[in-house]
Nanobody
Framework: QVQLVESGGGFVQAGGSLRLSCAAS????????MGWFRQAPGKEREFVAT????????YYADSVKGRFTMSRDNAKNTVYLQMSSLKPEDTAVYYC?????????????????WGQGTQVTVSS
């Protein structure tokens, strides 16, 4: 069992930056591929980024590519999402998730554990 806790969300103006953190407890994070997802009001939850458990390759949704960077620090059992050049359409609740799959990409069904989410609001 893995418990995930997101932090770092908040209110920022368009063009600004935020760094989200996802701290894990219960199991070593290095055993999992990790993902970030988001859900805007009235919309379905969507894939943002993922980093695989072995090589540490990252993959991003087209909407955030070049602006967001996902990383992991296995020693701290934490993954991060550095968000830059934020836009109002990035406003959402951001969730981190852990997957036992080697390459889950954006397949939400492949993720076994989810955090409670952290709110990011970007004003225009």
């Amino acid at each position: 069992q893995v418990q995930l806790v997101e932090s770092g969300g908040g209110f920022v103006q368009a063009g600004g930056s935020l760094r989200l953190s996802c701290a894990a407890s219960g199991r070593t994070l290095s055993s999992y591929s990790m993902g970030w997802f988001r859900q805007a009001p009235g919309k379905e939850r969507e894939f943002v980024a993922t980093i695989n458990r072995s090589v540490g390759n990252t993959y991003y949704a087209d909407s955030v590519k070049g602006r967001f960077t996902m990383s992991r620090d296995n020693a701290k059992n934490t993954v991060y999402l550095q968000m830059s050049s934020l836009k109002p359409e990035d406003t959402a609740v951001y969730y981190c998730a852990a997957s036992l799959s080697g390459i889950p990409f954006g397949n939400q069904a492949s993720y076994n554990y989810w955090g409670q989410g952290t709110q990011v609001t970007v004003s225009s």
